[in-house]
């Protein structure tokens, strides 16, 4: 038996990859094509149609991804504990050029058992993933810091579209 916490890690790539399909982005989750993690869990790949053929046009958008049951919403805030390591990690790569890179969070519903419901006609995974552009400067807090998500930043198929635009024009990810 897996532990709760994989659990949990499961149930956020399966939202993420249902998300970027509806998108009609190509996905790749670094679990399964990187043979280590080096703090960025996945890849949403721009595809685009270019002489009848679909091909993927080279903008991208990387992520961590985290779960968790306990994050605290209040006044159109998402709460969330971050480890210290993975929130420098995240202003690391916001300052150095690269690929963009965003925190993507599943908030789970506090019992286990209400996390996911399936019958013939439907399969419901309770609760809402959100995104936030991680930027500043590093934190000197050794465990973690508090982050807070507008809860503005649901992550939908037509947000997600929206970001990857706009790494394509070079705009700013806010």
């Given at each position: 038996?897996?532990?709760?916490?994989?659990?949990?890690?499961?149930?956020?790539?399966a939202?993420?990859?249902?998300?970027?399909?509806?998108?009609?982005?190509?996905?790749?989750?670094?679990?399964?094509?990187r043979?280590?993690?080096?703090g960025i869990?996945?890849?949403?790949?721009?595809?685009?149609?270019?002489?009848?053929?679909?091909k993927?046009?080279g903008?991208?958008l990387?992520f961590?991804?985290?779960a968790?049951?306990?994050?605290?919403?209040?006044?159109?805030?998402?709460?969330?504990?971050?480890?210290?390591?993975?929130?420098?990690?995240?202003?690391?790569?916001?300052?150095?050029?690269?690929?963009?890179?965003?925190?993507l969070?599943?908030?789970?519903?506090?019992?286990?058992?209400?996390?996911?419901?399936?019958?013939?006609?439907?399969?419901?995974?309770?609760?809402?993933?959100?995104?936030?552009?991680?930027?500043?400067?590093?934190?000197?807090?050794?465990?973690?810091?508090?982050?807070e998500i507008p809860?503005?930043?649901r992550?939908?198929p037509?947000?997600?579209?929206?970001?990857?635009?706009?790494?394509?024009?070079?705009?700013?990810?806010?």
């Amino acid at each position: 038996m897996i532990t709760t916490q994989h659990v949990e890690e499961d149930l956020s790539r399966a939202y993420v990859q249902a998300i970027a399909a509806r998108a009609r982005l190509n996905l790749s989750v670094h679990i399964d094509d990187r043979s280590h993690d080096y703090g960025i869990d996945g890849t949403f790949h721009q595809v685009q149609y270019v002489r009848n053929r679909r091909k993927e046009s080279g903008f991208k958008l990387d992520f961590q991804l985290k779960a968790c049951k306990n994050a605290q919403v209040s006044d159109g805030m998402i709460k969330y504990d971050l480890e210290s390591e993975t929130y420098n990690n995240l202003i690391d790569r916001d300052k150095n050029g690269g690929t963009p890179v965003i925190l993507l969070l599943l908030v789970l519903p506090d019992r286990e058992e209400d996390w996911l419901e399936f019958t013939e006609d439907e399969l419901i995974l309770r609760k809402c993933c959100y995104w936030k552009r991680i930027s500043g400067n590093h934190t000197k807090n050794s465990t973690s810091l508090r982050i807070e998500i507008p809860s503005k930043n649901r992550l939908t198929p037509e947000i997600l579209t929206a970001l990857i635009e706009k790494v394509a024009k070079g705009e700013e990810l806010s």
